[in-house]
Protein backbone atom coordinates (compact mmCIF):
# COMPACT_ATOMS: atom_id res chain seq x y z
CA UNK A 1 0.00 0.00 0.00
CA UNK A 2 1.62 3.58 -0.61
CA UNK A 3 1.80 6.35 1.57
CA UNK A 4 2.66 9.71 1.48
CA UNK A 5 3.35 11.28 5.00
CA UNK A 6 4.06 15.02 5.25
CA UNK A 7 6.26 16.71 8.30
CA UNK A 8 7.99 19.79 9.37
CA UNK A 9 4.67 22.27 10.05
CA UNK A 10 4.17 24.06 12.76
CA UNK A 11 4.02 27.53 13.89
CA UNK A 12 6.10 30.30 12.76
CA UNK A 13 6.54 34.30 13.17
CA UNK A 14 5.70 35.97 9.74
CA UNK A 15 8.78 36.37 8.00
CA UNK A 16 9.90 32.97 9.02
CA UNK A 17 10.87 29.68 7.49
CA UNK A 18 9.87 26.17 6.96
CA UNK A 19 10.87 23.24 5.55
CA UNK A 20 7.90 21.03 5.04
CA UNK A 21 8.79 16.82 3.82
CA UNK A 22 6.91 14.47 1.83
CA UNK A 23 8.05 10.98 1.86
CA UNK A 24 6.41 8.42 -0.17
CA UNK A 25 6.35 4.51 0.72
CA UNK A 26 5.19 1.17 -0.15
CA UNK A 27 4.72 -0.31 -3.06
CA UNK A 28 6.09 2.32 -5.91
CA UNK A 29 6.87 1.51 -9.56
CA UNK A 30 7.36 4.69 -10.91
CA UNK A 31 6.21 8.15 -9.64
CA UNK A 32 5.18 10.81 -12.53
CA UNK A 33 5.65 13.66 -10.34
CA UNK A 34 4.83 15.14 -6.76
CA UNK A 35 3.37 18.67 -5.62
CA UNK A 36 2.13 20.31 -2.80
CA UNK A 37 -1.42 22.14 -1.74
CA UNK A 38 -2.77 23.65 0.85
CA UNK A 39 -6.23 24.68 2.19
CA UNK A 40 -6.76 27.38 4.85
CA UNK A 41 -9.96 27.24 6.57
CA UNK A 42 -13.24 28.56 4.18
CA UNK A 43 -11.11 28.36 1.27
CA UNK A 44 -10.67 25.42 -1.70
CA UNK A 45 -7.73 23.28 -2.31
CA UNK A 46 -5.38 25.24 -4.13
CA UNK A 47 -1.76 24.17 -5.49
CA UNK A 48 1.23 25.64 -4.53
CA UNK A 49 4.20 24.04 -6.14
CA UNK A 50 4.15 21.49 -8.28
CA UNK A 51 7.54 19.28 -10.16
CA UNK A 52 7.68 16.44 -12.74
CA UNK A 53 10.17 13.92 -12.74
CA UNK A 54 11.89 15.96 -15.21
CA UNK A 55 12.76 18.62 -13.02
CA UNK A 56 10.38 21.39 -14.26
CA UNK A 57 8.52 23.39 -11.24
CA UNK A 58 5.26 25.36 -11.00
CA UNK A 59 4.50 27.31 -8.77
CA UNK A 60 1.47 29.38 -7.91
CA UNK A 61 1.29 33.67 -8.16
CA UNK A 62 1.37 33.91 -4.51
CA UNK A 63 4.09 31.98 -3.17
CA UNK A 64 6.80 32.69 -6.36
CA UNK A 65 9.78 33.52 -5.12
CA UNK A 66 9.36 32.42 -1.62
CA UNK A 67 8.63 28.79 -1.59
CA UNK A 68 11.11 26.32 -3.43
CA UNK A 69 10.21 23.03 -4.50
CA UNK A 70 12.51 20.29 -4.56
CA UNK A 71 12.65 16.59 -4.68
CA UNK A 72 14.87 13.46 -3.83
CA UNK A 73 13.98 10.95 -6.10
CA UNK A 74 16.26 8.28 -4.50
CA UNK A 75 14.41 8.97 -1.36
CA UNK A 76 11.18 9.35 -3.05
CA UNK A 77 10.70 12.64 -1.33
CA UNK A 78 9.21 15.93 -2.10
CA UNK A 79 10.50 19.09 -0.14
CA UNK A 80 8.86 22.74 0.13
CA UNK A 81 10.68 25.72 1.62
CA UNK A 82 8.46 28.35 2.61
CA UNK A 83 10.40 31.46 3.47
CA UNK A 84 9.21 35.38 3.99
CA UNK A 85 5.89 33.58 5.48
CA UNK A 86 3.06 35.54 5.42
CA UNK A 87 -0.13 35.07 7.82
CA UNK A 88 -2.20 34.19 4.71
CA UNK A 89 -0.47 31.18 4.09
CA UNK A 90 -1.36 29.95 6.78
CA UNK A 91 -3.55 26.63 6.00
CA UNK A 92 -3.08 22.63 6.09
CA UNK A 93 -0.38 21.62 3.38
CA UNK A 94 -1.08 18.47 1.79
CA UNK A 95 1.63 16.63 -0.70
CA UNK A 96 0.30 14.67 -3.32
CA UNK A 97 1.84 12.12 -5.94
CA UNK A 98 1.05 10.79 -9.39
CA UNK A 99 2.43 7.53 -9.47
CA UNK A 100 2.52 3.63 -10.54
CA UNK A 101 2.15 0.76 -7.60
CA UNK A 102 2.86 -1.85 -10.33
CA UNK A 103 4.39 -1.72 -13.73
CA UNK A 104 0.80 -2.55 -15.31
CA UNK A 105 -1.23 -0.85 -13.23
CA UNK A 106 -2.83 2.39 -13.61
CA UNK A 107 -1.93 6.08 -12.99
CA UNK A 108 -3.15 7.22 -9.66
CA UNK A 109 -3.14 10.25 -7.61
CA UNK A 110 -2.40 9.81 -4.02
CA UNK A 111 -2.70 12.34 -1.09
CA UNK A 112 -0.82 12.54 2.42
CA UNK A 113 -2.53 13.53 5.74
CA UNK A 114 -1.62 16.89 5.75
CA UNK A 115 0.72 18.80 8.05
CA UNK A 116 -0.88 22.04 9.81
CA UNK A 117 1.34 25.60 8.60
CA UNK A 118 -0.01 28.57 11.19
CA UNK A 119 1.86 31.76 10.75
CA UNK A 120 0.94 34.06 13.72
CA UNK A 121 2.72 36.94 16.02
Known amino acids: QVQLVESGGGLVQPGGSLRLSCA ?6 SINGMGWY ?6 QRELVATTTN ?24 V ?6 L ?14 KGVAWGP ?7 GTQVTVSS
Do not use: M
Not at 24 to 29: E, Q, R, V
Not at 54 to 77: E, H, L, M, P, Q
Not at 107 to 113: E, V
Open 24 to 29: ASGSIF
Open 79 to 84: YLQLNN
Open 86 to 99: KPEDTAVYYCNALL
Open 107 to 113: WYTYWGQ
Open 38 to 43: RQAPGN
Open 54 to 77: GGSANYADSVKGRFTISRDNAKNT
